[in-house]
């Protein structure tokens, strides 16, 4: 499967960004999802994951109550609205698929997106 991310960009602290995901080459409900980042300099870092029906969803705690993850299995995009950004979550924001949960949660993921880059200015 193939995975496009966009909707990155330059933002101010407090705003709010909506990255999208399309998946393309696969049957988009076999695949648990899941949003990664990596800031310069730094190792890349989970984000949050979601089922592949989309009835659980899984956070980072440096995330939790901003970023909302969700995924519309009609469409085979996923979703991460992002709200009250701050400086530290400027990074490039990678999508990632796997059949089996764990792989998500763990960066081991088969499959990965090219990464779209969101700006948090002060």
């Known amino acids: 499967v193939q995975l496009q991310a966009s909707g990155g960009g330059l933002v101010q602290a407090g705003d709010s960004l909506n990255l999208s995901c399309r998946a393309s080459?696969?049957?988009?409900?076999?695949?648990?999802m899941g949003w990664y980042r990596q800031a310069p300099g730094k190792e890349r870092e989970y984000v949050g994951a979601?089922?592949?029906?989309?009835?659980?969803?899984y956070y980072a705690e440096s995330v939790k109550g901003r970023f909302t993850i969700s995924r519309d299995n009609d469409k085979n995009t996923l979703y991460l609205r992002m709200d009250s950004l701050k400086p530290e979550d400027t990074a490039v924001y990678y999508c990632a698929a796997d059949m089996n949960l764990y792989p998500v949660f763990d960066g081991r993921a088969t499959y990965w997106g090219q990464g779209t880059l969101v700006t948090v200015s002060s």
């Open positions: 979601i089922y592949w029906n989309g009835k659980k969803q």
């Open positions: 080459g696969g049957r988009f409900t076999d695949f648990h």
